[in-house]
Structure formats: C-alpha cells, structure tokens
C-alpha cells in the first residue's frame, strides 16, 4: 500500500539551530511529493514540492527539501529556525494518476526553544 | 485573494445529531477534496470531486457520510447520526489544473 512516513514524532531545536525534519514514503513509481504546515487551528498551507527535475526545492519561509530516489525520502531542512516556525509539518505524497488524493504522514511537531 | 473558506469553524453536537458543513473552493478550481483529520494523525481522503461529480470515496466515508457538490461550486458534506468517534477536523481543499492543493481552515467537530 501506499504511505508516507515521518518517523519523529516531536522535535524540538533551539532558535538559530539548523532543522532537518525526515519523510519516507512508499509507491510504486515515484510520486508528486509535498511539504505542509499546520499552526495551532489553522488550516495547512503549502511549504514546498515536488514533481521532477532538480532534486533540490526551495520553498516559502526559508525552507528547502532534497529528494532522494535511492532512499526514497523527501527531508525538510532550514538552517536557521525561528520561533515562528513552530508549527506541525506534514510530508505527503501523491501518485501522478487519478484523483490525486494526498496521503500525508502523521506529523512532526516542531518546538522552538527561544 | 480569496482562498478556500469553509463554514462553520467549529460545531458542537450531541451524538445522534445531523450535522452539515460547508466548503467554497477557489472560484476557478474545478477540483474538491474533504479530508479528515484526528488528534494527532495528518488528514485522511474522504471524497473527491470535478465539477459536480463525485469521482471517489474513501472506504473512511461510511453510509452515514454524504458530500455533494451540486453546481460545481461549493461542497457540502453532510454526516448523519453522529457518534463521538466523528468527533475531527474536516479540511476541504481545491485544485486547479496544476497538482497543488489549496486547504481551507478547516471545520472542528466535537460530538458529545
């Protein structure tokens, strides 16, 4: 089946520190992948993304993904984290076929000690 | 730039209730999702539709669930004799002709 996996569950960095944030995922073929976050009774709003090409995206608030087909993984990185940005992060994916409905992972809560 | 609204924020009925819940997409997206989403889980596809139709349902949209989208515009999902276990965050989303997807702030249900 298809999934996506973010294997932390809670981070926590302090502010200035760097922040790579892991996502796996599993299909057949490569799919279109995805950055989300989530603020406290907020909807998700778009981070980044990817479909083909360049392998390294760069995304909205400073934040930037690599894609890597070996390890098929999609890590979010920022090299320097600012309380703003705690948040919930959600990796997802979707397959490049039918309704294009994303299968997110369950979320990594980022905590920013100031 | 209106985004994606969705009506009401938060809803709290007694178990057994019907509840509704209302989406309006982007006015140019074609393309409409409602997720759910539970304490501490990413959302999970419930249905999808282009234009008026309803092209696809998650096995998670039980018999007590229905969506409906009846001019191609705004959604409403619809849940009938609720049961705590409804108790979530309903997202809905619009799609455009690109694959980004464009989330609403969602619609908290509490069921007591």
């Known amino acids: 089946a298809q999934s996506v996996t973010q294997p932390d569950i809670h981070i926590t960095v302090s502010e200035g520190a760097s922040l790579e944030l892991r996502c796996n995922y599993s299909y057949g073929a490569t799919p279109y992948l995805f950055w989300y976050v989530q603020s406290p009774g907020q909807g998700l709003q778009l981070l980044l993304k990817?479909?083909?090409?360049?392998?390294l995206v760069q995304g909205i608030k400073g934040f930037e993904a690599e894609f890597k087909r070996s390890q098929s993984s999609f890590n979010l990185r920022k090299p320097s984290v600012h309380w703003r940005d705690a948040a919930e992060y959600y990796c997802a994916a979707v397959s490049g076929a039918g309704s294009y409905q994303l299968t997110f992972g369950k979320g990594t809560k980022l905590s920013v000690i100031p | 730039d209106t985004g994606v609204s969705q009506d009401p924020r938060h809803k709290i009925t007694k178990r057994g209730q019907n509840v509704t819940f209302r989406c309006d997409p982007i006015?140019?997206?074609?393309?409409l999702y409602w997720y759910r989403q539970t304490l501490g889980q990413g959302p999970e596809f419930l249905t999808y539709?282009?234009?008026?139709?309803?092209?696809?349902k998650s096995r998670l949209l039980s018999d007590r669930f229905s969506a409906e989208r009846p001019k191609g515009s705004f959604s409403t999902l619809e849940i009938q004799r609720t049961e705590q276990g409804d108790s979530a965050m309903y997202l809905c989303?619009?799609?455009?002709?690109?694959?980004?997807?464009?989330f609403g702030p969602g619609t908290r249900l509490t069921v007591l």
């Open positions: 989303a619009s799609r455009g002709v690109d694959n980004e997807q464009f």
């Open positions: 990817y479909f083909s090409g360049d392998t």
């Open positions: 006015s140019e997206h074609n393309r």
């Open positions: 539709f282009q234009n008026e139709a309803q092209l696809e």
